[in-house]
């Protein structure tokens, strides 16, 4: 059924966290990310490229779902270099997560599925 699937997509310019240092911008990095996430940010080389493409997927899921969810609801890890989706609090819907980076920008394409009517 079409009306169970959702498409949500976004662009985040990574400069954007780039001109945000973490030191200095805690608060708002911890109205977005989990601790988890900011770890896993922080311990890479371009650590901003990394913050724009999680926040481009949760983006990405907010806007592929027909329920109301804040950043904090969505949880981005990682398998096999791939980032996967958890919901938490609601386990309804499985996603397919596309990123991309490319120079300026980072890129992501969700499809959510809703998989408990």
Known sequence: MLERLGIGIDIVEIERFSNKPYETNKNFYQKIFHDSEITNC????NYAEC?????????????????????????INY??????????????YSFLVSLTHE???AVSVVISEEINS
């Open 79 to 92: 398998s096999n270099s791939k980032p996967i989706v958890t919901l938490l609090n609601n386990s309804h």
């Open 51 to 75: 913050f724009a493409g999680k926040f481009a997927i949760k983006e990405s899921v907010i806007k592929s779902l027909p329920i109301s969810l804040d950043f904090l609801d969505i949880v």
């Open 103 to 105: 120079k300026l920008y």
């Open 42 to 45: 922080l311990e890479r080389k």
